[in-house]
């Protein structure tokens, strides 16, 4: 079955570049996402690549994709405390599809 | 821009309580998704709608039930509730590739 793995915490210092990192191992996921959640809120969509791109770059945001070895990244530069959240990594295996979370990962940025 | 209107916010029921929560996806996104999100977890897929028909079904309790209407908002109805359904339930709407979240329902059950 599908599987999405991340490391459960990030800790950083406001102004670095933060990198998460996700692992997913369904084969036929197409579209890979990452959503971002405040405590007690909704879950944005930060962005979402497709599975035939290597990276994709939208402001401070860089989402690498790595399809052989299945692993997923993003990297915010220039981190602000306002970034603190959890960031989540999530795979479907096409448009329509549902989409498969891992853990999500805690980031802290501290001033 | 619009977004996914999800009501009530927040809902505090009794075991053995229904409880019906409504979502009100983005103009002109015709799939509907539900999900719970535990405490600390991550969100589970419960069960989605393309075109008011059931598109596909994840972990949904048999107690659970949901429909799409032809105004295309979707409800979820719980019924005999249990302590392990306080979550917050997610609805997100779809444009085909990009799954967008309402605020949720935070379900109490006492």
């Known amino acids: 079955g599908e599987d999405v793995e991340q490391s459960l915490f990030l800790s950083v210092r406001e102004g670095d570049s933060s990198v998460i990192n996700c692992t997913y191992t369904?084969?036929?996921?197409?579209?890979l996402y990452w959503y971002k959640q405040e405590p007690g809120a909704g879950l944005q969509l930060l962005t979402y690549i497709f599975s035939n791109m290597d990276m994709k770059q939208d402001q401070r945001l860089t989402v690498l994709l790595n399809k052989k070895d299945k692993h997923l990244s993003l990297r915010i530069a220039d981190t602000q405390t306002g970034d603190s959240a959890i960031y989540f990594c999530?795979?479907?295996?096409?448009?329509?599809?549902?989409?498969?979370f891992g853990k999500g990962t805690m980031l802290l940025v501290s001033p | 821009a619009a977004g996914v209107i999800q009501s009530p916010r927040h809902l505090i029921k009794e075991k053995r309580e229904t409880a019906t929560l409504k979502c009100y996806p983005i103009?002109?996104?015709?799939?509907v998704y539900w999900y719970q999100q535990g405490p600390g977890q991550d969100p589970q897929f419960l069960i989605s709608?393309?075109?008011?028909?059931?598109?596909d079904k994840g972990s949904i309790p048999d107690r659970f039930s949901a429909q799409q209407f032809s105004d295309y908002h979707s409800e979820l109805n719980m019924s005999s509730l249990e302590l392990g359904d306080s979550a917050l339930y997610f609805c997100a709407s779809s444009s085909e590739y990009e799954q967008y979240f309402g605020p949720g329902t935070r379900l109490t059950v006492t």
């Open positions: 369904d084969s036929s996921s197409t579209y």
């Open positions: 999530a795979e479907a295996s096409g448009g329509y599809s549902t989409l498969t």
């Open positions: 709608f393309y075109e008011k028909m059931q598109s």
């Open positions: 103009p002109r996104h015709d799939t």
